[in-house]
Protein backbone atom coordinates (compact mmCIF):
# COMPACT_ATOMS: atom_id res chain seq x y z
CA UNK A 1 0.00 0.00 0.00
CA UNK A 2 0.97 3.55 -1.14
CA UNK A 3 1.26 6.30 1.67
CA UNK A 4 0.40 9.76 -0.04
CA UNK A 5 1.79 12.70 1.62
CA UNK A 6 -1.84 13.43 2.65
CA UNK A 7 -2.33 10.65 4.64
CA UNK A 8 0.77 12.26 7.05
CA UNK A 9 -0.33 15.79 6.82
CA UNK A 10 -0.93 17.43 10.67
CA UNK A 11 -4.32 19.68 11.18
CA UNK A 12 -2.06 22.44 10.49
CA UNK A 13 -0.62 21.49 7.13
CA UNK A 14 -3.96 20.66 6.11
CA UNK A 15 -5.05 24.07 6.85
CA UNK A 16 -2.25 25.62 5.30
CA UNK A 17 -2.70 23.35 2.24
CA UNK A 18 -6.25 24.63 2.13
CA UNK A 19 -5.40 28.31 2.30
CA UNK A 20 -2.07 27.82 0.01
CA UNK A 21 -3.93 25.75 -2.76
CA UNK A 22 -7.00 28.34 -2.96
CA UNK A 23 -4.35 30.94 -4.41
CA UNK A 24 -5.58 31.72 -8.08
CA UNK A 25 -3.86 30.57 -10.87
CA UNK A 26 -2.04 33.62 -12.82
CA UNK A 27 -2.75 32.14 -16.36
CA UNK A 28 -6.05 30.56 -15.26
CA UNK A 29 -7.37 32.47 -12.73
CA UNK A 30 -10.87 30.45 -12.95
CA UNK A 31 -8.73 27.71 -11.64
CA UNK A 32 -6.93 27.19 -8.24
CA UNK A 33 -3.36 26.40 -7.74
CA UNK A 34 -5.09 22.57 -5.90
CA UNK A 35 -7.27 22.12 -8.87
CA UNK A 36 -4.80 22.98 -11.33
CA UNK A 37 -2.90 20.04 -9.18
CA UNK A 38 0.45 22.09 -9.17
CA UNK A 39 0.74 22.44 -5.28
CA UNK A 40 2.06 18.67 -3.79
CA UNK A 41 2.23 19.16 -0.30
CA UNK A 42 2.86 21.69 2.51
CA UNK A 43 5.29 20.84 5.56
CA UNK A 44 5.69 22.83 9.26
CA UNK A 45 9.15 22.70 9.54
CA UNK A 46 9.06 24.18 13.80
CA UNK A 47 7.12 27.52 14.65
CA UNK A 48 6.71 29.85 12.07
CA UNK A 49 8.13 27.98 9.26
CA UNK A 50 6.69 26.00 6.65
CA UNK A 51 7.58 24.91 3.12
CA UNK A 52 5.48 24.47 0.42
CA UNK A 53 6.44 21.97 -2.55
CA UNK A 54 5.12 23.44 -5.88
CA UNK A 55 5.39 21.87 -9.51
CA UNK A 56 5.43 23.86 -12.65
CA UNK A 57 3.06 22.64 -15.58
CA UNK A 58 6.26 22.69 -17.45
CA UNK A 59 9.87 23.06 -17.41
CA UNK A 60 10.68 26.86 -17.19
CA UNK A 61 6.48 27.95 -17.05
CA UNK A 62 7.18 31.79 -16.29
CA UNK A 63 4.06 31.38 -13.87
CA UNK A 64 5.76 29.46 -10.95
CA UNK A 65 7.36 32.75 -9.65
CA UNK A 66 3.88 34.48 -9.39
CA UNK A 67 2.09 31.38 -7.72
CA UNK A 68 5.05 31.09 -4.89
CA UNK A 69 5.10 34.58 -4.30
CA UNK A 70 1.19 34.26 -4.17
CA UNK A 71 1.05 31.47 -1.86
CA UNK A 72 3.93 32.95 0.38
CA UNK A 73 1.38 36.17 0.20
CA UNK A 74 -1.08 34.13 1.29
CA UNK A 75 0.56 31.92 4.04
CA UNK A 76 2.30 35.62 5.33
CA UNK A 77 -1.58 37.18 5.79
CA UNK A 78 -2.61 34.48 8.07
CA UNK A 79 0.48 34.53 10.13
CA UNK A 80 2.91 32.43 8.96
CA UNK A 81 6.24 34.47 9.03
CA UNK A 82 8.69 31.83 7.33
CA UNK A 83 7.59 30.41 4.03
CA UNK A 84 9.50 28.38 1.59
CA UNK A 85 8.27 27.59 -1.98
CA UNK A 86 10.35 24.96 -3.20
CA UNK A 87 10.14 23.50 -6.63
CA UNK A 88 9.38 19.85 -7.47
CA UNK A 89 9.87 18.30 -10.94
CA UNK A 90 9.62 14.82 -9.74
CA UNK A 91 7.00 13.29 -10.53
CA UNK A 92 6.03 15.41 -13.21
CA UNK A 93 2.97 17.10 -13.11
CA UNK A 94 0.50 16.05 -15.97
CA UNK A 95 -2.87 17.38 -16.83
CA UNK A 96 -4.36 14.02 -14.99
CA UNK A 97 -3.59 16.01 -12.36
CA UNK A 98 -5.87 18.53 -12.76
CA UNK A 99 -9.34 18.03 -10.54
CA UNK A 100 -12.58 17.24 -11.50
CA UNK A 101 -13.36 20.66 -10.48
CA UNK A 102 -10.97 22.07 -12.37
CA UNK A 103 -11.94 20.33 -15.38
CA UNK A 104 -15.59 21.14 -15.07
CA UNK A 105 -14.47 25.30 -13.99
CA UNK A 106 -12.09 25.28 -17.57
CA UNK A 107 -15.53 23.68 -19.86
CA UNK A 108 -17.45 26.34 -18.21
CA UNK A 109 -15.03 29.22 -18.59
CA UNK A 110 -15.04 27.90 -22.24
CA UNK A 111 -11.80 26.25 -22.38
CA UNK A 112 -12.06 22.54 -23.43
CA UNK A 113 -10.28 20.59 -20.37
CA UNK A 114 -7.48 18.41 -21.49
CA UNK A 115 -8.43 14.67 -21.86
CA UNK A 116 -7.27 12.12 -19.37
CA UNK A 117 -4.08 10.41 -20.78
CA UNK A 118 -3.15 7.93 -17.44
CA UNK A 119 -4.10 4.52 -18.01
CA UNK A 120 -5.96 3.05 -14.59
CA UNK A 121 -2.98 0.77 -13.65
CA UNK A 122 -0.71 -1.89 -14.89
CA UNK A 123 2.21 -2.35 -17.32
CA UNK A 124 2.97 0.89 -19.84
CA UNK A 125 2.80 0.93 -23.36
CA UNK A 126 5.77 1.83 -25.11
CA UNK A 127 6.37 2.26 -28.99
CA UNK A 128 9.49 3.16 -30.46
CA UNK A 129 10.12 5.29 -33.61
CA UNK A 130 9.95 8.71 -34.78
CA UNK A 131 8.47 10.95 -32.13
CA UNK A 132 7.69 14.09 -33.85
CA UNK A 133 4.79 13.03 -36.34
CA UNK A 134 3.53 10.23 -33.95
CA UNK A 135 -0.04 11.17 -32.52
CA UNK A 136 0.28 12.41 -28.93
CA UNK A 137 -1.22 10.07 -26.13
CA UNK A 138 -4.67 11.25 -26.43
CA UNK A 139 -5.06 10.92 -29.67
CA UNK A 140 -6.95 7.39 -28.77
CA UNK A 141 -8.51 9.00 -25.82
CA UNK A 142 -12.03 10.52 -25.87
CA UNK A 143 -13.07 13.21 -28.76
CA UNK A 144 -12.31 16.45 -27.67
CA UNK A 145 -15.35 18.55 -26.83
CA UNK A 146 -16.69 22.02 -27.60
CA UNK A 147 -17.65 23.47 -24.35
CA UNK A 148 -19.33 26.00 -25.95
CA UNK A 149 -22.22 23.55 -27.60
CA UNK A 150 -20.85 20.08 -26.65
CA UNK A 151 -19.97 18.73 -29.93
CA UNK A 152 -17.32 16.50 -30.74
CA UNK A 153 -17.18 18.07 -34.31
CA UNK A 154 -14.07 20.44 -33.99
CA UNK A 155 -10.61 21.62 -35.48
CA UNK A 156 -7.19 22.51 -34.76
CA UNK A 157 -6.27 26.09 -36.10
CA UNK A 158 -2.93 26.54 -34.01
CA UNK A 159 -1.25 24.47 -32.00
CA UNK A 160 -0.70 27.42 -29.78
CA UNK A 161 -2.81 29.54 -28.10
CA UNK A 162 -2.87 32.62 -25.42
CA UNK A 163 -0.81 30.43 -23.13
CA UNK A 164 1.77 27.23 -24.43
CA UNK A 165 0.12 25.33 -22.92
CA UNK A 166 -3.53 25.74 -24.63
CA UNK A 167 -4.03 25.13 -28.55
CA UNK A 168 -6.79 27.20 -30.21
CA UNK A 169 -9.70 25.09 -31.62
CA UNK A 170 -12.73 25.81 -33.47
CA UNK A 171 -16.09 23.98 -33.27
CA UNK A 172 -17.09 23.08 -36.67
CA UNK A 173 -21.16 23.11 -35.34
CA UNK A 174 -21.38 25.96 -33.63
CA UNK A 175 -18.63 27.88 -35.40
CA UNK A 176 -17.50 29.36 -32.00
CA UNK A 177 -13.74 29.10 -31.25
CA UNK A 178 -12.14 27.95 -28.14
CA UNK A 179 -8.62 27.30 -26.61
CA UNK A 180 -8.24 23.81 -25.69
CA UNK A 181 -5.79 23.19 -22.44
CA UNK A 182 -3.39 20.50 -23.94
CA UNK A 183 -2.78 16.97 -22.85
CA UNK A 184 0.41 16.49 -21.26
Not at 47 to 71: F, H, K, N, Q, W
Not at 84 to 89: E, N, P
Request: some cysteine.
Amino acid sequence: MVTLARDRETPLEAELRRLAGSVPDPELPVLSLEELGVLRAVHTQGPGRVEVELSPTYTGCPAIEAMASDIERVLHEHGIPEVTVRTVLAPAWSTDDITPEGRRKLREFGIAPPRTTRPAAGPVALALGPTRHLPGPAADAAPLTCPHCGSTDTELLSRFSSTACKALRRCLSCREPFDHFKEL
